[in-house]
């Protein structure tokens, strides 16, 4: 019987120092019953809180976590970027900080990545978030899902398992929240295959969300129409990817 393939967790994390510790100890229990090779990582993107100080006590005791930490904030983009290149095993599996999500549904993902899907992505059973917080959520699976003809059902959902050899071909750009657009279709102009797998999604217990503000949301409709043009309409040939290979 073949081995199970190693695994890279990683949570990007801003302020999330009330969170992050039991993020860390419920990924590596969660590791534990589905690989023998494995390894959990942490991008800290400059936070003001005790994120670090509770990572370095968490380095402590687990000697599979790695803290890769920015000095200067570098973005939602930015801290994806560092996770997936400091990323080693064969599969990487990623989602925020904030325990909205529970990692121990990671079994149900790796479950699903059969051998003919390439990525495996969530989709929230429910959202937990306040009435307005879902109004502009389900506008924003709306235009993104038309604008870039997205072939999933929740492309919110920041759970995602992946096999690491795509990001070969596929090379990301964004350092904004876009970054999520971005991997999508990129990964589905490449030919890469999705699995979906339903989630369940909590309320936020520490902290505030860094995106649910005017500037923040005029911002990433300014960056996405960029994308779009990148990625829709532009006669270059498509940023980061290369032809679909063949199967």
Known sequence: M???????VFFPAYNDGGTIGSMVTEAI???KRL???YEVIVVNDASSDRTQEVLEELSDVYP???VVRHEKNRGYGGALRSGFAAASKELVFY???DAQYDVRELEALFAALRDDVDWVNGYKIGRSDPWYRVVIGTAYQYVVRLLFSLRVRDPDCDFRLIRRRVFERVHLESNSGIICVEMMRKLQDAGYKVAEVPVHHYHRTYGRSQFF?????AAVGRGLLRLWWQLVLSPRVRIG???PERR
Do not use: E, K, Y
């Open 213 to 217: 503000n005017f500037r923040r949301v």
């Open 29 to 31: 229990a969660t590791l």
């Open 95 to 97: 989602t925020d900080g």
């Open 64 to 66: 599979q976590l790695r």
């Open 241 to 243: 990817v290369a032809a």
């Open 35 to 37: 690989t023998d090779d």
């Open 2 to 8: 073949a081995a199970a393939p190693g695994i890279s």
